[in-house]
């Protein structure tokens, strides 16, 4: 148990918790905070919604990745060189952003937009692969539920803290002020020691867009594991599509959904990640991946209770609370399975391939959700929901002979 205690207390841990900030920070300031802002200014909502457009570098990442696995800056190694570089960016970028005049021009605020989720996106491969590999196997899952926090807490002060300061100052001042909290995440690069580099480094750009795939093809299970990663929260993806909808019909408040399922749910969710990644460090990933992923089946069943019960707060209150939790829980086992997969020369390529695999089903099974609930109903539908996360579970009986024993803690 002191071992356990020592490395949740680490300086590698902290410095997980504020990577994870700064990567949420800019996330909803090209998305919810943008958005205010235009609407603000008398933008059509046909523009605003072409803006989400500007959110296809986190999914095209991987296209650039390679530049980072493969060249080394020659300030702070190899990892935090790129790191400072790609956060000073973007704090000039977000800055930048702010300066913009949506009103009178779009076409600059698309721009910065687009400049600020482009150096976003490529500040998450190098903090990605940076945690891979300043962490030990055995303290994946803990690092992960801790960037995860870290990103969550980012997220929301940016959105909910943006939009609060907004009625108070100018929207350009609110992208002043989250360009100097970047500086929150220039200081961990500056102080954070640089991870020990991988033999066999790739030698070429052709060999660090190539072996990546090879490398990762080479594993027994490879197509397993991909389809592993596009099933193992699609039931919970889906169900979390439709709640807002799903509360509204059975009667609660925008108020109280936002107390209870927003700012309640939040640090349910927190305080899942953190249980998570704790016991991830005894039980290992394996262990961790079933328990936590029958955790999310049940608890997306809980919507269906709800949808039975009907009308009721501490209902409500019991759904969210228990979902949250384990849905915090699952996204620690599920962001330190991917780490662990990755191969520490290609780390930055193979984990952004991983991560743009994983948002595949976001867009995708999300999109006929509001068909099913209405031929459904809302039982049928959070039924449905929790028995289409058998499958990905059942994936995992092939895994445990290399994943069984991965980090686990004697």
């Known amino acids: 148990m002191n071992d356990t205690v020592k490395v949740v207390l680490s300086g590698r841990m902290l410095v997980a918790l504020l990577m994870g900030f700064s990567s949420g920070l800019p996330l909803l300031l090209t998305g919810s905070v943008l958005q205010a802002w235009m609407t603000d200014e008398g933008v059509d909502l046909g523009t605003i919604g072409l803006f989400a457009l500007v959110g296809l570098p ?139 580099a991988a033999q066999g480094l790739p030698a070429s750009l052709g060999e660090a867009v190539i072996h990546p795939f090879v490398d990762f093809f080479k594993h027994q299970h490879a197509w397993l594991i991909l389809l592993f990663i596009l099933l193992f929260k699609v039931g919970d993806i889906m169900a979390s599509n439709m709640t807002i909808p799903f509360y509204l019909d059975i009667g609660f408040s925008k108020s109280e959904i936002g107390a209870v399922v927003k700012l309640f749910g939040f640090w349910a969710t927190l ?79 193979q984990y952004a391939l991983l991560t743009s695999l994983m948002g595949i089903p976001r867009v995708i099974v999300a999109a006929p959700t509001g068909y099913m609930a209405e031929g459904l109903g809302w039982v049928g539908f959070f039924v449905f929901c929790t028995l289409i996360a058998i499958p990905g579970l059942l994936l995992l009986t092939r895994f445990r002979g290399w994943l069984g024993e991965a980090g686990r803690a004697d």
């Open 58 to 196: 986190y999914t095209l990442k991987f296209l650039w990745a390679p530049v980072v696995d493969r060249y080394a800056l020659p300030l702070l190694g190899r990892r935090r060189g790129w790191l400072l570089l790609t956060q000073l960016c973007l704090m000039l970028a977000i800055a930048a952003l702010g300066w913009t005049h949506p009103a009178q021009h779009v076409l600059p605020v698309a721009l910065a937009a687009l400049l600020v989720t482009f150096f976003s996106a490529s500040q998450d491969i190098v903090i990605d692969a940076y945690r891979r590999e300043a962490l030990a196997d055995r303290e994946l899952g803990l690092g992960a539920s801790l960037y995860v926090n870290g990103y969550r807490i980012g997220m929301l002060l940016a959105s909910g803290g943006g939009l609060i300061l907004a009625d108070f100052i100018p929207f350009p001042q609110v992208y002043q002020l989250m360009a100097i909290v970047m500086l929150i995440g220039i200081g961990t690069t500056l102080f954070a020691p640089e991870p020990v």
């Open 271 to 349: 305080a899942g990640g953190l249980l998570g990644g704790i016991v991830m460090l005894r039980a290992g990933i394996y262990r961790s991946l079933w328990g936590f992923g029958i955790l999310q089946a049940v608890s997306t069943a809980g919507f269906a209770l709800l949808a039975l019960t009907g009308y009721s707060l501490p209902m409500l209150a019991a759904v969210i609370a228990f979902e949250n939790l384990s849905g915090g829980m699952g996204t620690a086992a599920f962001v330190a399975f991917m780490a662990s997969l990755t191969n520490r020369r290609f780390t930055a390529t």
